[in-house]
């Protein structure tokens, strides 16, 4: 009797255990099972994920178009406006390069204006015989005498071919100011473009060098060597 009484003890342990497992009957198709068991289809849990996937894709991508910039759109707002294409952009840190530069090139052609204009009508006072027009005495050098009827005729020739020479001087820098104002322009409009284009252009900074020994081969015009060798990575 003692023989079979763990026996005994072992079955009324797990006779609840087998009972149980018994009873518990689903089916794949449904969500309740017996014995306030819960069992959910593979099918709702696919349907979960895949929609939870298409959102995170579609949450991805509508975050990646709005990171991108149009460089057509940004070329249009720089040449309606300097610097509205680097605020596009987001490239804030040039709107002063791109003002200063502007501020530059005005001064420039105000300048040089200025002075040719000043030039222009003094030449044309001094030749046109009229005592009454005597603009030009402001640009008179102290070497020459201050009466005018005390001028030599070189020094009304000299001094007449100064102020053509530097009305000349003035135009052409004014001229040139304008050019390269318009070369500043285009370099903005053209600094915009790229900038779109590269907005959203993945630059790692994992900038690494290595330096690895390296053994040269033997050829016909060298013998076997031993070296180093220096690689980049990106």
């Not at 009324?12 to 689903?26: H, R």
């Amino acid at each position: 009797m003692e023989r079979y009484t763990g026996f005994i003890l072992i079955l009324l342990f797990f006779a609840p255990c087998l009972k149980a497992q018994e009873s518990v009957s689903f089916d794949k198709d449904t969500t309740h099972v017996s014995d306030d068991f819960a069992v959910f289809p593979d099918s709702l849990f696919a349907g979960s994920f895949e929609t939870m996937s298409k959102k995170d894709s579609v949450g991805t991508t509508r975050k990646e178009e709005a990171l991108k910039r149009n460089p057509n759109r940004a070329v249009i707002y720089s040449a309606v406006f300097p610097g509205l294409g680097q605020i596009y952009n987001r490239k804030y840190w040039k709107l002063p390069l791109v003002y200063g530069s502007f501020i530059g090139c005005m001064y420039a052609i105000t300048w040089n204006g200025t002075q040719h204009n000043g030039y222009k009508k003094a030449y044309i006072d001094f030749n046109d015989n009229n005592d009454e027009t005597n603009s030009w005495a402001d640009y008179r050098p102290y070497t020459l005498p201050e009466s005018f009827a005390d001028w030599s005729q070189e020094q009304k020739t000299w001094f007449s071919g100064a102020l053509k020479s530097k009305k000349d001087y003035y135009r052409r820098y004014r001229d040139m100011s304008y050019i390269i104002s318009v070369g500043v322009y285009a370099i903005w409009i053209i600094d915009a473009f790229v900038d779109a284009q590269l907005f959203d252009f993945d630059i790692s900074p994992d900038l690494g060098m290595r330096i690895d020994p390296v053994i040269y081969e033997r050829t016909n015009v060298s013998s076997r060597s031993i070296g180093l060798q220096c690689s980049l990575t990106f």
